[in-house]
């Protein structure tokens, strides 16, 4: 069974400075989608980030990056420049090819400080 | 802007009384979702709708149902809710291609939340 795995409950990062969350996965699947979905206080869950499996190339959205390491199954999310509006909770999670299905992580709540 | 609309925001029912939270989308997405989601814990799929193919969780308790009448519409009904209900209940879409030609990305309402007193 695919499952999802974030490790870091919470992260705190000072305004305009660079922060990564760390995303893990396992899957025997070879071809899937990655996703970081942001979901702010009382917000509705928006997507920040998705990353085709078979792309080398690590995906980015302006501030946003990922570190895509498919051989070790990881994902991270790099967030450069902090902004007082990324304070969130961040969902890591994966699909197949094959489901139209989300399996998300466990979340990391990401404090910035002014 | 076409959404995911989700009424009401917040819902209040008792202990053993049916409640009835809506979904509705102008995307005109095939595909429609219902997440549980606890206190800091991450979004559990309940259910989602494949058009009108109905796809069940394995572990989702039958005190849950769903229907959706339309492309535009999804309900969600809880026939006799307990204290462990409470919670917020996401609706999401997506386009569901079987072709993939892109990435799939889901489209989160901005979720109900269920008080059981």
């Known amino acids: 069974a695919q499952t999802v795995t974030q490790s870091q409950p919470e992260m705190s990062v000072q305004e305009a400075e660079t922060v990564t969350l760390s995303c893990t996965y396992d899957?025997?699947?070879?071809?899937?989608?990655l996703f970081w979905y942001k979901q702010p206080p009382s917000r509705q869950m928006i997507l920040v980030i998705r990353q085709e499996a078979y792309k080398q190339q690590n995906a980015t959205e302006n501030r946003f990056s990922v570190n895509f390491q498919k051989a070790a199954k990881s994902f991270s999310l790099k967030i450069s420049d902090s902004q007082l509006g990324d304070a969130a909770m961040y969902f890591c999670a994966y699909s197949t090819y094959n489901t139209d299905k989300l399996i998300f992580g466990t979340g990391t709540r990401l404090q910035v400080f002014p | 802007d076409a959404m995911v609309i989700q009424n009401p925001r917040y819902q209040v029912t008792q202990f053993g009384k049916p409640v009835t939270l809506s979904c509705s989308q102008t995307l005109n997405h095939n595909v429609m979702y219902w997440y549980q989601q606890k206190s800091s814990q991450a979004p559990k799929l309940l259910f989602h709708?494949?058009?009108?193919?109905?796809?069940n969780e394995a572990d989702t308790p039958d005190n849950f149902q769903s229907r959706r009448p339309n492309t535009s519409f999804c309900f969600l009904d809880i026939r006799s809710p307990g204290l462990g209900d409470a919670a917020m209940y996401l609706c999401a879409t997506s386009t569901g291609l079987a072709a993939r030609a892109s990435t799939d990305t889901q489209y989160f309402g901005p979720g109900t939340r269920l008080t059981v007193l």
């Open positions: 709708y494949y058009d009108k193919d109905f796809n």
């Open positions: 899957t025997s699947e070879s071809d899937y989608y």
